[in-house]
């Protein structure tokens, strides 16, 4: 009444998973519509500080339930883990108690994990858990079925080209998405000694890529807008410790 407005956030589940906004509910409806699944459910999880899609279904297994779910569903909105389920958490009151859904990486992920043969599978099942923020991985297991994307995918091939001196493809990620598919890759590789990246030398002027250029038309267009402005600046203090 005295014109003031409370905002208390959405009054749905919406979220932003990589850039896309994604609803919970249909990806939940789209499992219930496969024939099979009885049950399902679908939570948002940053146990490891990235947001990522978490699945729970029952009567089907969870690789039947992603092929499926694959035909119905765009990339971004298929969940990262899928946990098979027999015993749902309710509440009191006999509701789904979303909170008490168990984590990725339980018994379901041990039952099929596969250890490392030798150092190089060893080595590479070691980048994966790294980039992934989750373990321990089995050689057969799918690096995008246990949360991975091109992004990290990408930080995948710039961790093998360090710790292996073998340039590989990101193509090859996706072509061999497991740790035993990758060590082939890279076994049958050349080697390419990794070189980290050098400043450039000292001069008047330096060339620019397309994006800078887009974003100094911009800039002349809107008159000096601060659409492109830093908003913040670091200063430091001291000698800085490169190595650090």
Not at 36 to 63: H, I, K, P, S, W
Not at 108 to 132: G, H, I, S
Request: glycine share 10%; with cysteine.
């Amino acid at each position: 009444p005295d014109g003031h407005i409370e905002f208390l956030g959405r009054t749905d589940d919406q979220v932003k998973i990589r850039g896309y906004r994604i609803e919970p509910g249909e990806i939940e409806a789209a499992l219930r519509s496969i024939k099979g699944v009885r049950e399902a459910a679908v939570t948002v999880r940053a146990d490891g500080g990235e947001a990522e899609l978490c699945a729970y279904a029952e009567g089907l297994g969870r690789n039947e339930v992603r092929a499926r779910l694959e035909r119905l569903l765009p990339g971004y909105m298929i969940p990262a883990h899928i946990i098979e389920m027999e015993k749902w958490p309710v509440t009191p009151s006999g509701k789904l108690d979303r909170n008490a859904l168990p984590a990725p990486d339980g018994a379901a992920d041990q039952e099929t994990y596969t250890a490392p043969r030798n150092l190089t599978e060893m080595k590479l099942a070691q980048l994966w858990e790294d980039v992934l923020k989750s373990g321990p991985v089995g050689i057969h297991d799918n690096f995008f079925d246990r949360g991975g994307h091109s992004l990290k995918a990408t930080a995948l091939v710039s961790r093998i080209a360090k710790e292996f001196s073998v340039q590989v493809a990101l193509k090859d990620v996706f072509a061999h998405p497991t740790v035993e598919g990758l060590a082939t890759v890279i076994r049958e590789g050349t080697d390419s000694p990794y070189e980290a990246m050098k400043p450039a030398e000292k001069r008047e002027t330096y060339p620019v890529s397309s994006a800078q250029k887009r974003m100094y038309v911009l800039q002349q267009l809107e008159d000096g807008g601060t659409g492109y402005n830093m908003p913040a600046v670091l200063e430091l203090e001291g000698k800085l410790d490169l190595e650090r």
